[in-house]
């Protein structure tokens, strides 16, 4: 079936660092990928979204490439701050609309 | 324009007792889902409502109800509260655009359920 693994957190960095948080997927056929942003006591939102292999999604200086070579949507920031720290959710979307959700990674950035 | 809303906030109920959660859109959304959160497994499906009048199981429907009340709104119900059932509740609405290639899911800020 299909299913969503990413990167246990928490993830801790100092602010400016560089941001890498896994995903890799296993689906039948190609999926859109999302990645979900939650900040604390709110529900979630997307951030960014890649629909066909090789497309690049991006917004907010968050950055992942559908890799179907890899299955992978590796989540990427160059310069983290403090406002990032959050819950990361990688996704994808079946074939019959249904969002299959990774298990979340906590990201902490301290000044 | 809210989005999705959804009541109560937070809810502490004993074992055996009843609630119903409640959740709505404006966004004119045909679907609707009830996920829950819970910690290290990610958001599951409990059930979804693809269009106003029907409604489908998810991933973990057991000891739950929902009734998609009109187009706006999609309730979930606990006939008999147990503790297993402690957790976040998110509500989703989502619509395909012509033309588009995915749907993007809309969600609800949460009611956090504590079921002593």
């Known amino acids: 079936g299909n299913s969503v693994t990413q990167m246990e957190g928490p993830v801790t960095l100092s602010e400016e660092a560089f941001l890498t948080i896994n995903c890799t997927y296993t689906a039948t056929g190609y999926p859109s990928l999302f990645w979900y942003v939650q900040y604390p006591g709110e529900g979630l939102q997307l951030l960014l979204k890649?629909?066909?292999?090789?497309d690049k999604g991006s917004n907010k200086g968050f950055e992942a490439t559908y890799r179907k070579e890899t299955t992978s949507f590796h989540l990427e920031k160059g310069s983290v701050q403090v406002s990032d720290s959050a819950v990361y959710f990688c996704a994808l979307l079946d074939n019959t609309d249904k969002l299959i959700f990774g298990t979340g990674t906590r990201l902490q950035v301290f000044p | 324009n809210a989005g999705v809303t959804q009541t109560p906030k937070f809810q502490v109920l004993k074992t055996g007792q009843s609630m119903t959660l409640q959740c709505a859109q404006d966004?004119?959304?045909?679907?609707m889902y009830w996920y829950r959160q819970d910690p290290g497994m990610g958001l599951r499906l409990i059930y979804y409502?693809?269009?106003?009048?029907?409604?489908d199981k998810g991933e973990v429907p057991n000891g739950y109800n929902v009734s998609r009340l009109n187009k706006r709104e999609f309730s979930l119900r606990l006939e008999s509260a147990a503790p297993s059932q402690t957790s976040v509740y998110f509500c989703a609405s989502s619509e395909w655009l012509a033309g588009a290639s995915y749907n993007e899911q809309f969600f609800g800020p949460g009611t956090r359920l504590t079921v002593l």
């Open positions: 409502s693809a269009s106003e009048g029907t409604t």
């Open positions: 966004m004119n959304h045909n679907s």
């Open positions: 890649a629909t066909k292999a090789d």
